[in-house]
């Protein structure tokens, strides 16, 4: 069957037939929305609903869809060279690593290009344990960091993405992030336990020695966790603890980089260098590409023929990566983010005395979320209303966090104030009929 012949009004409900039928129910869908194009911050479905999207792909397009200098590198690109792997040098990989380096934390300057997030957590598993001749690795809870075999192990935000799934890759530990709102019972002047390190070095004291320990792996700001932001001194004491134990210090930024919290990468926030640092998702705003960027000296414990990939650094891909990073600096895009972001958060602020199922509102930049409570128990159930409604409205939204109970904020850094405020008009609608059902 083809496109062409299932398209019209009724074609929506045959495509998710043929879905059902066709594609791994291991899939989890936030809509059954057929979408036939994008632009912008707008899905168009076969169907013909336009439907604003606060999602992006899960945080993938960070320029919007089609943005047009993408399109036009991609295209460019297509009509010279696809693919040669190892096979030879390829000058769209390296422009694509020398546009990364640009753009990371001092003294970042050497490049591993993978297809996924997943991919470039575990090349930073091996790298970390070559690098340091050492085999633990401690990560954190509510952490996500992919569903291959390594990645899972240090993914630890919902037990059904493990469960009759192990045995897991040994050697790693978790301890809690400092979500203070979940956690926490101190004032909110006072020092975070948690942030201050306390479970790690108490994991030092009981389970695992600290000079076995090869990376702590950790989110700037924890994403399907629920959009955590941490106190301002967790990461630079994840900097002191490293240093002092001889640990390697692994940044995840695969969903909170490239603009999205309002600086290039969310570490940028705190001054702290990582000593490896993965990112992916929005690095070439659609087209499948990931990187490792390390120091030189970290990079240098891979040598030739230890660590590889056939799909990696495809030209094509590379092409929009470099696309991607020369229009979020000629467009000021982080800049924006967090412009933006500091809007919608003192619009959400007020909600939260208004709607007391709102619990929490947090974020940075374009990265926000909104934890829904009845009382004091986190309810998934109100999050589901909200994002259905808001669907109904044709705003599309998705949820996160450990209880599933956070509305999470993902639209495009490059949104019109009016489409911004029309998401938000819809979802404060959605809300204020969840507190009056």
């Not at 380096?101 to 091996?126: C, H, M, R, W, Y």
Request: hydrophobic share 40%; aromatic share 6%; glycine share 10%.
């Amino acid at each position: 069957m083809t496109d062409l012949a299932v398209r019209g009004a009724d074609s929506a409900g045959v495509w998710r037939e043929r879905d059902a039928e066709l594609i791994s129910p291991a899939y989890s869908r936030y809509s059954d929305l057929v979408v036939d194009h994008a632009l912008g911050a707008h899905l168009h479905t076969i169907d013909s609903r336009d439907v604003l999207d606060f999602g992006c792909g899960i945080g993938v397009t960070n320029l919007g869809h089609l943005h047009p200098a993408v399109v036009r590198a991609v295209h460019e690109q297509v009509d010279r060279l696809w693919h040669t792997s190892v096979t030879t040098l390829s000058p769209r990989m390296i422009d694509a690593a020398a546009a990364l380096v640009s753009i990371t934390p001092e003294g970042l300057d050497q490049v591993f290009l993978n297809n996924s997030g997943a991919e470039a957590v575990e090349t930073s598993i091996k790298l970390a344990r070559r690098a340091t001749a050492r085999t633990e690795i401690i990560a954190f809870t509510g952490a996500f960091h992919g569903r291959t075999y390594g990645a899972i192990t240090l993914t630890a935000s919902k037990a059904k993405y493990r469960e009759g799934m192990g045995p897991f890759l040994p050697g790693v530990h978790h301890v809690r992030y400092p979500h203070c709102f979940r956690y926490c019972d101190h004032g909110p002047d006072a020092p975070c336990p948690i942030a201050r390190g306390d479970e790690i070095e108490h994991l030092f004291k009981t389970t695992v020695a600290a000079d076995s320990v090869a990376a702590i792996i950790v989110e700037p700001l924890q994403g399907e966790g629920g959009f955590v932001v941490p106190p301002k001194n967790f990461l630079p004491r994840l900097r002191e603890i490293c240093d002092e134990h001889g640990i390697l210090l692994i940044c995840d930024e695969v969903q909170s980089g490239f603009g999205r919290t309002g600086r290039f990468f969310c570490v940028e926030h705190t001054g702290v260098r990582p000593d490896i640092m993965c990112v992916a998702k929005a690095f070439g705003n659609g087209l499948p590409i990931a990187g490792v960027i390390a120091t030189h000296r970290v990079m240098s414990a891979f040598h030739a023929g230890e660590h590889g990939t056939t799909f990696g650094g495809n030209a094509v891909a590379c092409a929009a990566a470099v696309a991607v990073i020369e229009t979020l600096r000629s467009e000021h895009l982080p800049e924006r983010a967090a412009a933006l972001g500091t809007r919608v958060i003192d619009r959400l602020n007020g909600w939260m005395n208004e709607f007391p199922v709102v619990g929490d509102v947090r974020g940075l930049g374009l990265m926000i979320g909104i934890e829904f409570m009845r009382g004091d128990k986190p309810d998934a159930d109100i999050a589901r209303r909200v994002q259905r409604r808001c669907l109904e409205r044709d705003l599309l939204v998705l949820t996160c966090g450990i209880d599933d109970n956070v509305i999470r904020l993902l639209p495009p850094l490059t949104i019109g104030d009016d489409d911004l405020d029309a998401g938000l008009s819809i979802l404060e609608t959605a809300v204020r009929e969840e507190v009056e059902r």
